[in-house]
């Protein structure tokens, strides 16, 4: 399993479910799906969201060397 991080490719909105995705090996869009019917039930599914946008961190870029 890969860290768990927020990719700087195939984000939509923050990178969160992208990121989740990826550490867990499910596909984005699969993890993109269970966000949004989740949020059909009660319970703090945006507060989680934006609390993980603001924690986890970005993927870091390749770096060249010069």
Same mark, same amino acid.
């Given at each position: !399993? #890969?860290?768990?991080? @927020?990719?700087?490719? &195939? @984000?939509?909105? &923050?990178? =969160?479910?992208?990121?989740?995705? @990826? @550490?867990?090996? !499910?596909? /984005? &869009?699969? !993890?993109? /799906? $269970?966000?949004? =019917? #989740?949020?059909?039930?009660?319970?703090?599914?945006?507060? $989680?969201? $934006? *609390?993980?946008?603001?924690?986890?961190?970005n993927e870091? #870029?390749?770096?060249? *060397?010069?």
């Amino acid at each position: !399993m #890969s860290a768990l991080v @927020r990719p700087r490719d &195939g @984000r939509w909105i &923050g990178g =969160v479910c992208a990121g989740l995705a @990826r @550490r867990f090996g !499910m596909p /984005t &869009g699969l !993890m993109r /799906t $269970i966000f949004i =019917v #989740s949020c059909l039930l009660p319970g703090p599914q945006f507060l $989680i969201y $934006i *609390a993980l946008w603001v924690l986890l961190p970005n993927e870091k #870029s390749a770096s060249t *060397a010069w």
